[in-house]
């Protein structure tokens, strides 16, 4: 009955997608069997793992795969049109018409040779059916509605003169200008800061209900899926494996595989001395279609049905259907028994052991200086970091969170001793090392495991060959790792296991320090968890001090004892991590944590969404007073003219602003 | 996540140890292109290295009976206009040519390799005079500045191999300069000096091996790019003087009896364009071996 008006109504209808990604090395199925409908003003999130299909399947729709993918099987009926039975040229007329597509990454997206206005108007032109004076009013009022300031006049920029966020609301400009029905949105907001994330959220959430269009929004965010969609298909393996709205997707999951990635996620509870449930393995190599359910290897409710009989979508509630022959999938116990036991207990150090400083970091300047050799009078100087100090202590993690340009990945380099500093002093007992954002690059791909992990040895010229060899097989054993890995390369593992070959060449030579610069953003929702509980247990087990760099708050909420925001080249606060997130004292750290998107629905619906207004102000232009006084909204007279210095605050913190009392 | 296309890009196989040692067994036999170059050099290269055992007069020996013969049997390619066979001066020629080629070739690379490196790797001062010295040279025409050199230096086999590699080597620092500047910037370099290995170190362990398979795929296209130089100068009278044989002076013999005696002339340009051809197709071979992205 209610099948039946659904069907009636659907702006989109998709039945049975299969797409396929045929390449030399073995057919890969990226997609297998995809039916759902979404209704007019409705917002889908799509949510996955990379690799489990999602991209491809948004890509389907419309046929904009890249060979060699292509949809082998289905129907996609957009208003009753088969869209997989159009010819190119009917497509491109639903293109941008009917449906419009927002892109992960708007610098690759837009022509990046050709002026704003010159990729807007044509389109509108088109698709309106208005002259070029009218298109041309209706981009500026576009613009001037995603929020590009002076839009009149930025409609004559080309792309590179914008940020990432403009760029980005630039392309929402566009998908939405010609009033589309759908609008497609692969990932629109991974590339951005958290705080810009948070304005293109709203933004697309506004613009879109005002506009009555519907969306399907693909993302590995569980925090945006809960802030934005009405309701969620989670895909695992090419296929959708749960569907329903999204308080019952956050409230009574059904799949144990969205039940795990909950449970993953450092969230609100869950911080503090808690180890963090993991989901053991990695997702399946789709050129090898996995028999029977695709999940089995990584669940711990798999049975002999799983094994040999792949579970279809099937009705749990009125509108919440799951892949699982369990009918509630997991039990609460038996959740509980994902979160692995450590392997060793934390060694209690005697207490004048911890106190000791391992880091002090006095009044660091790192400014970088480009001279035109032509006009050496037109001299800049980037103050990338201004004066900042810091104090490890011994088996101590400190993050530094703060947007990308505030100076935290320059930190990391000075402290490493990669960059000289301009000015002040960096003291180090014993050893740094560095774990790496992206192994996939800080891994010479022409060298073996084995031979990567032993370079730092083999630099120090530590033992002879066969003594070094032990030593690597005991650090891969440390990071969880065999000694099968030892003969491969670096492209031959999976991301998780990548990190971990990193964080075992980052122990070779038993640092007291490891810098890690955003040691998980590079890696998979299911992964994160091992990775951030394996860096706790070396943290516990060696009594290592860890620097932890990045933008994912929870996680650094989660693995830090102290926290310093960094803006613009200075720590604007500093404390016990609880502390700062649960009070924050200095506006810019309340704006961070409200940017964060929280996985719960509940949650979100109460948290007041006012995003931080305005972008980072470049700093060549350091605002005069306070660096935050462009974007501050409790500014005052003040702060424009008299900047804060770094106080104490509250005994245990220090912030900097004027009026954090 | 937005990794996970760089995955693809990242070298399939290799490992410039393990490629070599896979080369031989899957690689060479496995690509059409190396095929073709190894149906034309295996044959030449036999033929070459076998020329004194074969039933065929020497290079230099004169038979007045037998001038300006067409092809026959006994001469498989005719005689010229003092009754030498052409075969067995065109093998003799060949021999010259390879030998140019892969001089040429490995002079170049070796100077390519250090020069471009250290230029790259330090920069400053030493990239700037490097640099300039190299932007001099490429100036000028490969062929032109060959002509000046050997006017300078002379003619005859070591002068010209000097000649040419002189003109080519600028070409390679520029290439070998510009794939260190690249890599000198990536992570993994970052990660050698956290702990703080060597400038050295860093050289020999990481941004040489990596240049390697591409510095040799301009290395195969240099030595075919030399052989045809050798040719030119030993055409114009300025390379390899006769009456030793060389592809390039049996032409020159040729021309004046392109009517009378076509073959004279023609065959061994045949052969010129033969082993240009093939070296061409050896090039385009190793790039594919080692370029995981058109790998099946």
């Known amino acids: ?661 | 996540m937005a990794d996970q296309s760089t995955e693809f890009l990242a070298p399939r196989s290799t490992g410039w140890r393990m490629s070599m040692s896979g080369f031989a067994k899957s690689g060479l036999l496995g690509n059409f292109k190396a095929r073709i170059a190894l149906a034309i050099f295996v044959p030449i290269l036999t033929l070459t290295a076998f020329a004194p055992l074969l039933p065929i007069q020497a290079p230099l020996e004169t038979n007045l009976f037998a001038m300006m013969k067409p092809p026959s049997i006994e001469h498989i390619f005719g005689t010229d206009k003092m009754g030498r066979d052409i075969v067995s001066r065109t093998l003799s020629g060949i021999k010259v040519s390879l030998f140019v080629g892969f001089s040429v070739a490995l002079i170049a690379l070796a100077f390519g390799i250090v020069l471009g490196t250290l230029a790259g790797f330090f920069g400053g001062m030493l990239d700037r005079i490097i640099m300039t010295v190299v932007d001099i040279f490429l100036a000028f025409p490969s062929l032109l500045l060959a002509i000046g050199l050997v006017a300078v230096m002379g003619t005859g086999l070591v002068p010209v191999i000097m000649a040419i590699s002189l003109a080519d080597v600028p070409r390679f620092i520029r290439l070998q300069r510009s794939m260190v500047l690249s890599l000198r910037s990536r992570a993994f370099i970052d990660a050698a000096r956290t702990v703080k290995a060597s400038q050295y170190w860093l050289m020999t362990r990481h941004i040489v091996p990596d240049t390697v398979a591409p510095m040799l795929v301009a290395g195969s296209i240099t030595a075919a790019n030399a052989i045809l130089i050798e040719a030119s100068l030993s055409f114009l009278g300025l390379g390899i003087m006769p009456p030793a044989p060389s592809l390039g002076n049996i032409i020159r013999d040729g021309q004046a009896y392109l009517e009378q005696a076509w073959w004279i002339s023609t065959l061994p340009g045949r052969v010129i364009l033969m082993i240009a051809v093939g070296l061409h197709f050896l090039s385009d071979g190793v790039r594919e071996l080692l370029d995981p992205r058109s790998r099946s």
Request: glycine fraction near 8%; charge should be neutral.
């Open chain 1, 1 to 661: 009955m209610t099948y039946q008006t659904a069907v009636e109504a659907a702006l989109l209808d998709v039945r049975d997608l299969r797409t396929e990604f045929r390449t030399k090395s073995g057919t890969v199925t990226a997609v297998d069997g995809v039916s759902f409908v979404i209704e007019a003003g409705e917002r889908i999130a799509v949510v996955g793992e990379s690799g489990s299909g999602k991209s491809a399947m948004a890509m389907s729709l419309l046929r904009l795969l890249a060979y060699p993918g292509q949809v082998v099987g289905g129907e996609i009926l957009l208003n009753g049109r088969d869209l997989g039975r159009m010819t190119e040229k009917q497509l491109t007329s639903i293109r941008g018409r009917e449906v419009g597509t927002v892109f992960q990454d708007p610098m690759s997206s837009l022509d990046p040779v050709m002026r704003v206005s010159g990729q807007m108007i044509a389109p509108i032109m088109r698709n309106l059916g208005l002259s070029r004076a009218q298109a041309r009013a209706e981009a500026v009022k576009w613009l001037d509605k995603v929020g590009i300031p002076d839009a009149e006049r930025r409609i004559e920029a080309f792309p590179f003169e914008m940020s990432d966020g403009m760029r980005q609301r630039v392309m929402i400009a566009m998908a939405l200008s010609c009033k589309p029905r759908l609008v497609i949105a692969d990932e629109p907001t991974t590339a951005l800061d958290v705080t810009i994330q948070a304005q293109i959220v709203e933004l697309l959430k506004d613009l879109t209900s005002e506009a009555g269009a519907a969306m399907l929004f693909i993302t590995h965010d569980l925090g945006l899926v809960a802030r934005f969609a009405h309701r969620v298909a989670v895909m695992y393996a090419g296929r959708i494996v749960e569907f329903g709205p999204v308080g019952e997707i956050f409230r009574a999951p059904r799949h144990p595989y969205i039940q795990s990635l909950l449970a993953t996620i450092p969230g609100v509870g869950n911080h503090g001395q808690d180890r963090l449930p993991q989901i053991p393995g990695t997702p399946p190599d789709m050129r090898h279609p996995p028999k029977g359910c695709a999940f089995k290897e990584r669940c711990l409710g798999a049975h002999a049905r799983c094994h040999d009989e792949a579970p279809t979508l099937s009705l749990r509630d009125t509108a919440h259907s799951a892949a699982c022959w369990l009918p509630a999938g997991l039990e609460k116990q038996m959740l509980a028994a994902t979160v692995p036991t450590p392997k060793a207990m934390p060694l209690a150090k005697a207490s004048r052991e911890r106190q000791r400083t391992v880091i002090e970091i006095n009044n660091l300047h790192k400014h970088f200086v480009s001279s035109p050799v032509f006009a050496p009078s037109r001299r800049t100087v980037v103050r990338a970091v201004n004066g900042i100090k810091l104090r490890v202590r011994k088996g101590d993690t400190l993050g530094i969170v703060g947007e990308s340009g505030c100076g935290k990945s320059t930190v990391a380099r000075l402290l490493l001793g990669l960059d000289a500093p301009t000015e002040g002093e960096i003291f180090i007992e014993g050893l740094v090392q560095m774990v790496f954002q992206d192994p996939a690059s800080s891994f010479n791909p022409k060298m073996k495991v084995s031979a990567l992990i032993e370079e730092p040895l083999a630099v120090k010229a530590l033992g002879n060959k066969v003594e070094r060899l032990a030593r690597v097989t005991e650090l891969l054993t440390q990071v969880g790792l065999d000694d099968t890995c030892l003969d491969r390369y670096p492209h031959q593992l999976s991301g998780g296991q990548r990190q971990r070959v990193d964080i075992a060449r980052a122990l070779a030579l038993n640092p007291s320090v490891v810098v890690a610069d955003e040691p998980t953003s590079a890696l998979d929702v299911s992964v994160r968890a091992q990775i951030i509980n394996l860096l706790s247990d070396l943290k516990a087990e060696l009594g290592i001090s860890f620097v932890f760099i990045a933008h994912d708050l929870l996680t650094v909420r989660y693995i830090s004892d102290h926290i310093a925001v960094m803006y613009l080249g200075e720590i604007v606060e500093y404390g016990p991590a609880d502390e700062v997130f649960d009070r924050p004292a200095h506006p810019y750290t309340r704006a961070l944590s409200d940017a964060v998107p929280i996985p719960d629905p509940a949650v979100e619906k109460l948290r007041t969404n006012a995003p931080l207004r305005g972008e980072l102000p470049s700093p060549l232009d350091l605002p005069k007073g306070c660096p935050f006084s462009s974007r501050c909204p409790m500014v005052t007279a003040r702060c424009r003219e008299e900047k804060p210095m770094l106080h104490e605050y509250r005994k245990i913190r220090q912030v900097a602003c004027h009026y954090a009392d």
